[in-house]
C-alpha cells in the first residue's frame, strides 16, 4: 500500500519562501507521476503542480508558474515542492498525490482526479 508523509508547512509572510517535501513508500513509487495539490478552507482541492516519473517533465497550475517549482529524487523517493514569493492566496493545506496509472513516459497529471493516492496533508499559511 502506497503511503505518503508531507512536511514542511509552516506561517510566514507574504514574499517568503517554503519547501514542502513528500516522502513516498510502498512499492515501486519512483515509477509514477506525482504531483501537489491544495485545498483552502471552504474551496475544493485544485491542482498545484506535477512532475512524470523520471523528473523530466513538469505541469503547474497557472496561479502559481513562476512562482512554484517541483522536482523529484527517485534515490530517496521524495518529492519537493518549492514555494516562492508566497501570497495570502496560497493559504492552504497542501496534499502530496501519486498517479499509478502509466500514461507514457512523460505523463503529468493535471486534474485532481488522475491521482490515486493522496497524504494527510501539510498546512501552509501566508499572512500579509
Known amino acids: 500500500q502506497v503511503q505518503l508523509v508531507e512536511s514542511g508547512g509552516g506561517s510566514v509572510q507574504a514574499g517568503d519562501s517554503l519547501r514542502l517535501s513528500c516522502a513516498a513508500s510502498?512499492?515501486?513509487?519512483?515509477?509514477?507521476?506525482m504531483g501537489w495539490a491544495r485545498q483552502a478552507p471552504g474551496q475544493e482541492r485544485e491542482f498545484v503542480a506535477s512532475?512524470?516519473?523520471?523528473?523530466?517533465?513538469?505541469a503547474y497550475a497557472d496561479s502559481v508558474e513562476g512562482r512554484f517549482t517541483i522536482s523529484r529524487d527517485n534515490a530517496k523517493n521524495s518529492v519537493y515542492l518549492q514555494m516562492d514569493g508566497l501570497k495570502p492566496e496560497d493559504t492552504a493545506i497542501y496534499y502530496c498525490?501519486?498517479?499509478?496509472?502509466?500514461?507514457?513516459?512523460?505523463?503529468?497529471?493535471?486534474?485532481?482526479?488522475?491521482?490515486?493516492?493522496w497524504g494527510q496533508g501539510t498546512q501552509v499559511t501566508v499572512s500579509s
Open positions: 498525490g501519486l498517479d499509478k496509472t502509466y500514461s507514457g513516459p512523460y505523463y503529468t497529471p493535471r486534474t485532481v482526479a488522475d491521482y490515486d493516492y
Open positions: 510502498g512499492g515501486a513509487v519512483s515509477s509514477f507521476a
Open positions: 512532475i512524470n516519473w523520471r523528473g523530466e517533465r513538469t
